[in-house]
């Protein structure tokens, strides 16, 4: 299990009933990589299909990205945080 960065609450209308949904922001590790590397998604997302290869698990944990799990777990979103613009700049 990744170490866990920061745990968020999202409040969700889908299937239009409210609810409240806990999301935790984990480091990357290699089963959240293979889950999701493992998404496949049709066009125009499709792009962002990829393989569950040793090397794109290794990029995943090594490059900066993040994994988000549901409260049983589950990954259900990854995000690589980039500094744009220094504000001390």
Do not use: C, H
């Amino acid at each position: 299990m990744g170490k866990t960065l920061d745990i968020f609450r999202i409040y969700s209308n889908y299937d239009k009933e409210w609810e409240e949904i806990d999301y935790i922001v984990r480091s990357m590790t290699e089963d959240i990589a293979k889950v999701v590397l493992g998404w496949k998604y049709e066009s125009p997302q499709d792009l962002y299909n990829s393989e569950v290869t040793k090397e794109n698990i290794v990029e995943l944990m090594e490059q900066g990205y993040l994994g988000v799990v549901n409260e049983n777990n589950q990954a259900v979103a990854n995000f690589k945080l980039v500094m744009i613009k220094n504000s001390n700049t």
